[in-house]
């Protein structure tokens, strides 16, 4: 992070990014704390602490440096919304669709049948 001014912020990329993976461990270790203390396994105070609030924080700050790097980028060169929307569609939603098509038969394989009575 750079101040320029006494009110001016700039969080650079490297920065952005750091911030970006640890918000994604908060959320990812919320997630497994919660699975942990359901099937039974005490938590310590720091366990309680992520699982109740480090999915939020993680969340929070994610979004917020998404939204904050849009902002930067629309600052240094505007795109019209059709430029806008092939780039977003390009950089998230077909990676999201290959990862997803990637899945799918794995998670068929792995996923025990559901047993009826």
Known sequence: MKVKKSSELIITKGASDLMKVVSALLVMFSHYYNLKAQTGYPLNPFELCLRSQGGNIGVAV?????GYGLMMSEMKSHLSAMQF??????KIYLPVLLVTALWLPVSYKIT???RTL
């Open 85 to 90: 929307l092939k780039r977003r569609i390009c």
């Open 62 to 66: 994610f979004f917020f440096l998404s």
């Open 112 to 114: 025990p049948p559901i």
